[in-house]
């Protein structure tokens, strides 16, 4: 007689009568397999930060797949950095669950674009994307771009478009795109650290 | 098999002899009430360090959520607001969870051989492939853990990751609490920090401050630090004296062999029927799982 | 913070004011755990609601939102009335000796200078008094009454306990207790921190209740020292970092003052920044501001920037108006902005009043979303029913939505808010055809040098000229952006005081901001960054555990700016003769020729005390300000001013002056006031806040966070509830004049009605993380309900005190 592990659950589920059969031995041999093994016994571990507060505590994130070339890597835990001065291991609630961050089902995959007056997303390629805002960017700035005020002073500022920066990015995509942004004259840039 | 390192103490409805030889540390997680800040982050760390995710609640009007014990949820923040010193307010939030018995009221009364075991360093683990999911654990359980899942009918509760101990790591939970109010050892040194806790706690005022190691289940494995020793029904009716039912005592004591085997003697014939002419309705069945 | 996060253990007693440290930055409180175990430390927080931070504390004492200022000035008096205060400390290290000019006054709640059309100060008086040799004039007794000690004692005398209580609600004898604990740290031997957030920020005089603080922390002499200082516990994994980059109008990477169009000559704007020393021998370290700057302009326009065309000085846009967020959103809703693109922020839920940033992004002509989720903002334009009424075919903006990596998935550094810039690396690949912020920054860019470089167009040559040479353009990596902004030597730098001597020679990496030269020889795109990767390599990615202090400073592990220093002001942790004020807590210290010891010192290494260099090395003067000089908008002292909503008819420190109920120099836009509730018909004061099972808006979209904390609610007091007939877990409707939310009911022993002014004040607590995107419960954006004013220095709005109705619904 050949039980399989899903008969097998699905009979015990029946209740009290035929799992008692499970008491005297009828259990198919793989049930028996046991308790779980450790988890991450040969899973890579990479050194991070935690995105949220500015605690910035230290992560150890453990991604599926030793780095060989045929295997896609994937994150399967995240924990804390016991070596991390600050938090030595531990992570607060929102810590605790950045996996349900990184495997959000609101996570971004493609750009988008939506239309004036329309109701929904369109996908497009990057290249598309890029072409598009350039141009928007490019047609603005060269029609508002102000070289000299009323004065005469030169002041060499775009202020009909805007930027407001994450304060959960990087340092070096901070340094990035204040350089750009002031390099295109763009005065109108604000951050969430201001608020 | 993977817990090998772990000897096995006792086992459900077994009478082999479990292994003596080798001796193990009893362990012990402490759980110090005054230092806790209810951030839940320990619930989220069991949720993630054991592949669990309950359904996503509602707020009926506090802080506790999810909102009980679930096969889903092994560990639950308890909050209550109380003013033990009138004009005093206190938000004393307990983590809820098994307390992991020294004498386990739910190992006791489960019919299953090798359902629950306890494990020589004080674990009382649960393991499911072997869970008929008859609920006496839930009845022999003096503080109400064990949940009974929806999807499989088994039994769940906190193993006090017994895997990671298992290969010499801390629970989830404790690696996780930002202010260290979950912390785990050896039983001997975790007694020794509360009293430590305990000491601090009288020096800033609070009297009865004292450690939560109930006698009535021959101790535990998860003990708590209480500001009000002496009230332990304030944090959300943590039980004064606990104690197995003594039903559970008497199930376990003579009847369950015989019960055990009574019923096996007269299901058997149902279940050889349900197995060979039922495949295909499991089978449909597995396809929609 | 002036110190860092493991540096809370060595605290004696901790306030949290202003803040719910335990309940926002969990990890961080853990060392407040600590000093409380280990060094018996004690645990006071004032706050609204009690709090989880409140839960562990060892005192609790309630205050009504927006009334802090008068709380600590109630602590200020009371120092100075008990003598509570460190004598030594505040006469060498801070203003309180220092002459006032006489024509600086205070009458009724205003400051001398007051122009009420203009809601602003002429702030020529508030200076000090200058002596023929160019210096200030100084009153060592400390008697003089124009001196700053007899002006300050003079201004607090009026923030009586008695008063405390009539503006806080704070029962008189909870804030003798409060003070009693914070004044107990003004010996030599004992020090306290202060942990505060948005709870001071989020005011309209949100500035003003730090430097209340800090005044105390200045005259208990706990700043610069270990387990002291002034502690912001910043809110998001790299808010410090972005903020230093200064992704926001007023200044350039490095805090350096952006031009303005008053600046329009080179020589003259950096001479202006050069503040010169205001007492003998005194650093007034931003002489050396020219230095910055034009290692910035090397940075940005490599070859082009040249003497001869003033290192492309012109070339910076001059800024004409204050450019915050608030100020971009009104002019937005004029109509006088035609882009927006938002990196990673989420303004239609993190910005005040959601209607009006609607309204203001449907005026746009295109909107680019860059984000790792999903956002309000990126779908402004939907309908989701009640959460977002609108009209897709109303609205013409044009948008695109752009998927960035998150934090697993790229690699760089971020800067906590102890200023330790540590690095992480990517530990996968992103999702579907997700890049990171760096690659979508480049791409955009890129892609409008080329279109320029084809059609040319308005003043191109900043576009065409900004240095980029990356490696692969399209992709520049992390490593070549931080090794950009730390800075480099472009010619052999020397030793001037012996030019034989090279320092760095050309095209190393340069080790600190010190070798940064004004002459072009050097590029820097972030001084305060200069050292955090040199020669010896990326030093934020330092993994050393070894702490030599026990001090938990860690000194090897990333890199700490300025110069690694761990704590700021260190010199100030030494008494004048530079001997530490507590052995056992010794950072630095004077051993007869130099500076030296566990931290790196906040001074030049070989100033001697005699020399009598003050430890405040940036101010031209030396000194922690007391008096604030021209500093803040509002005056140099902090007065207590009633929020822009407030319960009282008047402010019950100038009831009768209606110049001085609210702040007098907050700006408040036109059609903004009109959309301000009073209190006839939103009874109820209302705060907004975080909770701790949540991160801002972003976590609604995180499962986890989900099931431990799934849906919107209202905190309210027992009284209030029964008043309304409301049950806990009842559904009610919060409205303010701007809009409603509707959640469930938290009925609650933690907030507490509280008398103030003679009548009751209620406060309704409205946690803010849900919206109407993501895998949590919809629900409301709070800030349907917030006011759109600001502080009057940073324009932080003011989410933290504001009048509500509530209802069953």
């Known amino acids: 007689m050949q039980v399989t592990r899903r008969q097998f659950f699905r009979i015990c589920a029946a209740g009290v009568g035929s799992s008692s059969l499970a ?64 938090n030595r291991g531990t992570l607060c609630p929102k810590g605790a669950g950045l996996l349900d961050l990184v495997h959000s089902e609101n996570r971004l995959k493609y750009p988008e674009v939506r239309a004036p007056s329309s109701k929904e997303w369109k996908r497009i390629s990057w290249d598309e994307a890029f072409d598009r805002i350039a141009k928007h960017m490019k047609a603005d700035r060269d029609k508002n771009f102000i070289t000299t005020n009323d004065q005469g002073v030169t002041v060499n500022r775009w202020n009909t478009t805007g930027l407001l920066a994450s304060s959960a990015a990087s340092n070096e995509t901070g340094y990035l795109t204040v350089k750009v942004a002031r390099g295109l004259g763009i005065v109108a840039l604000d951050t969430q650290a201001r608020i | 098999m993977a817990l090998q390192s772990l000897d096995i103490k006792a086992r459900s409805a077994t009478t082999t002899p479990t292994p003596q030889a080798r001796g193990a540390i009893p362990v012990a997680k402490l759980i110090d009430i005054s230092k806790c800040i209810g951030c839940k982050a320990c619930q989220v760390a069991c949720m993630q360090w054991n592949d669990l995710r309950d359904e996503v609640g509602d707020n009926v009007g506090v802080y506790d959520n999810p909102a009980d014990l679930t096969a889903q949820s092994w560990t639950v923040m308890r909050f209550s607001e109380v ?124 009297a009865n401050a004292g450690l939560y190691d109930p006698a009535g289940v021959g101790g535990t494995h998860v003990m708590y630090v209480l500001q009000h ?60 799982d | 913070m002036t110190n860092h996060w493991v540096d809370i253990k060595n605290a004696d007693f901790i306030l949290i004011m202003g803040g719910n440290a335990a309940e926002a930055h969990p990890c961080g409180f853990k060392w407040v755990t600590e000093a409380k175990a280990n060094r018996k430390a004690t645990l006071a927080v004032v706050d609204p609601r009690f709090t989880r931070s409140a839960a562990v504390a060892d005192f609790y004492a309630p205050i009504r939102p927006g009334s802090d200022i008068a709380f600590l000035g109630g602590v200020i008096n009371y120092l100075l009335s008990h003598d509570l205060i460190h004598h030594d400390y505040v006469k060498a290290y801070t203003n309180a000796p220092y002459l006032v000019r006489e024509d600086f006054t205070f009458d009724d709640g205003i400051f001398s200078g007051y122009n009420a059309d203009k809601r602003s100060y002429d702030r020529e008086s508030w200076n000090y008094q200058i002596g023929a040799d160019g210096y200030v004039m100084v009153d060592p007794t400390m008697q003089d009454p124009r001196c700053v000690y007899q002006l300050m004692k003079q201004h607090y005398s009026r923030y009586t306990p008695e008063m405390v209580t009539q503006v806080c609600g704070t029962p008189t004898a909870d804030f003798l207790k409060v003070a009693e604990m914070i004044g107990a740290t003004a010996t030599p031997d004992k020090v306290m921190t202060i942990m505060y957030a948005l709870g001071w ?69 950096l001479a202006k920044k050069s503040l010169k020393p205001l007492r003998p021998n005194q650093m007034s370290y931003w002489q050396n501001f020219p230095k910055f700057h034009t290692s910035l302009m090397k940075s940005w326009y490599g070859n082009a920037a040249t003497a001869e065309n003033g290192f492309c000085y012109d070339w910076l846009p001059k800024k004409d108006a204050p450019y915050d967020v608030l100020h971009i959103f009104e002019l937005m809703h004029q109509g006088k902005m035609n882009g927006f693109l938002c990196q990673g922020f989420n303004p239609l839920a993190a910005v005040s009043c959601v209607k009006k940033v609607r309204e203001s992004l449907a005026k746009l002509k295109y909107l680019v979303v860059m984000d790792p989720l999903a956002t309000e903002t990126s779908e402004f334009w939907q309908d989701y029913g009640e959460y977002n009424e609108v009209d897709p075919a109303q609205v013409q903006t044009e948008v695109f939505r752009l998927p960035a990596t998150c934090f697993a998935e790229d690699t760089g550094s971020f800067t906590n808010s102890g200023r330790v810039l540590q690095w992480h690396w990517a530990a996968a690949e992103p999702p579907g055809e997700t890049r990171s912020d760096l690659d979508i920054v480049a791409g955009i860019f890129t892609r409008l040098r080329e279109l320029y470089q084809k059609e040319g167009g308005a003043f191109p040559d900043p576009v065409l000229n900004l240095a980029w040479a990356y490696s692969t353009p399209l992709t520049p990596s992390p490593e070549e952006v931080a090794k950009e902004f730390n800075g480099k030597a472009i010619a052999d730098v020397t030793d001037p005081k012996d030019p034989t001597k090279v320092l760095a020679k050309a095209g190393e990496q340069l080790a600190t901001f010190a070798h940064l030269r004004d002459d072009g020889s050097t590029s820097c795109g972030n001084w305060l960054y200069c050292g955090a990767w040199s020669q010896a390599g990326n030093l934020m990615a330092r993994r050393d555990t070894a702490d030599p202090s026990g001090l938990g400073f860690y000194p090897a592990w990333g890199f700490s700016w300025p110069a690694n220093r761990r704590v700021l002001y260190n010199r100030a942790n ?47 003067d ?33 009831p009768k002056n209606p110049l001085a109920t609210r702040n007098p120099a907050a700006r408040i836009f036109k059609g903004d006031e009109a959309d301000l509730g009073t209190v006839d018909k939103f009874p109820y004061v209302a705060t907004t806040y975080r909770l701790t099972e949540h991160q801002h808006y972003w976590t609604k979209n995180v499962l986890s966070s989900a099931i431990v904390q799934p849906a919107q609610f209202i905190e309210m007091d027992e009284t209030l509830a029964k008043e309304k007939g409301i049950a806990n877990g009842d559904v009610v409707k919060v409205s303010s004049h701007r809009g409603y939310v509707r959640a469930t009911a938290v009925v609650t022993r933690r907030l507490k009605p509280l008398t103030v002014d003679g009548k009751t004040v209620h406060t309704v607590g409205v946690p803010i993380h849900w919206g109407f995107v993501g895998v949590a419960k919809q629900g409301f954006l709070a800030n349907r309900l917030t006011p759109y004013v600001g502080d009057a220095n940073s324009q932080t709005p003011e989410y933290k005190a504001f009048l509500v109705n509530i209802e069953k619904a």
């Not at chain 1, 005297?24 to 991070?48: H, I, N, Q």
């Not at chain 2, 058997?268 to 597995?286: M, R, S």
């Not at chain 3, 004048?576 to 906040?602: C, H």
């Open chain 2, 83 to 206: 003013e033990v010193e009138q004009g005093r307010l206190e938000w004393l939030i307990r983590k809820d969870g098994c307390m992991h018995c020294a004498d386990p009221g739910c190992l006791k009364a489960c019919p299953a051989p090798g359902a629950i075991v306890q494990y020589a360093n004080g674990i009382v683990d649960f393991h499911e492939e072997h869970c008929i999911g008859c609920g006496y654990c839930v009845t022999g359980c003096p503080f109400d853990i064990p949940r009974i899942s929806k999807k499989d009918s088994k039994a769940y509760k906190c193993t006090l990751c017994s895997d990671r101990v298992a290969v010499g790591l801390e629970p989830a939970c404790v690696k996780t609490c930002p202010t260290g109010a979950i912390v785990f050892g050896s039983k001997e040194d975790m007694i020794h920090h509360a009293e430590g806790r305990i000491a601090d706690l009288k020096e800033r005022g609070y």
């Open chain 1, 23 to 86: 008491a005297l031995g009828f259990a198919p041999g793989e049930a028996l397999a046991g308790v779980r093994a450790f988890k991450l016994a040969r899973a890579s571990e990479t050194r991070s930060t935690c995105p949220y507060c500015s605690v910035s505590c230290g992560l150890l994130v453990y991604s599926l797949g030793d780095k060989a070339k045929n295997a896609k890597s994937e994150i399967i835990h995240i924990e804390g950095d016991p070596d991390h001065p600050v």
């Open chain 3, 201 to 269: 920020t989020q005011h309209t005089v949100g500035s003003q209740n730090i430097r209340a603080m800090a005044m105390i922390q200045l005259l208990l002499g706990n700043i610069g020292r270990p387990g002291g200082g002034v502690n912001a516990l910043r809110g998001h994994a790299n808010v410090q970092g972005i903020t230093d980059m200064c992704l926001y109008s007023d200044v350039l990477p490095g805090y350096l003052g952006a031009p303005t169009d008053a600046d329009a000559v080179r020589e003259e704007y």
């Open chain 3, 622 to 654: 030396g000194v922690g300000h007391l008096f604030a000089l021209k500093g803040m908008a509002e005056g140099p002292f902090p007065e207590h001013y009633e929020p822009f909503e407030t319960p009282l008819a008047t402010n019950p420190m100038h």
């Open chain 3, 574 to 620: 030494a008494d004048p003769a530079g001997k530490p004020w507590d052995p056992k807590r010794k950072t630095i210290a004077w051993d007869g020729t130099k500076w030296s010891g566990f931290d790196v010192p906040d001074m030049a290494p070989n100033a001697a005390p005699e020399q009598d260099v003050g430890p405040f090395i940036m101010h031209p």
């Open chain 2, 229 to 288: 020793a002496d009230q332990p029904q304030l944090y959300a009716d943590l039980p004064k004296d606990p104690h197995i039912s003594p039903l559970v005592a008497l199930w376990k004591g003579v009847t369950k062999p015989l019960m055990s085997l009574g019923i096996g003697v007269a299901v058997l014939a149902g279940f050889f029927h349900y197995v060979t002419a039922g495949p295909k309705e499991v089978e449909e069945e597995n396809e929609t």
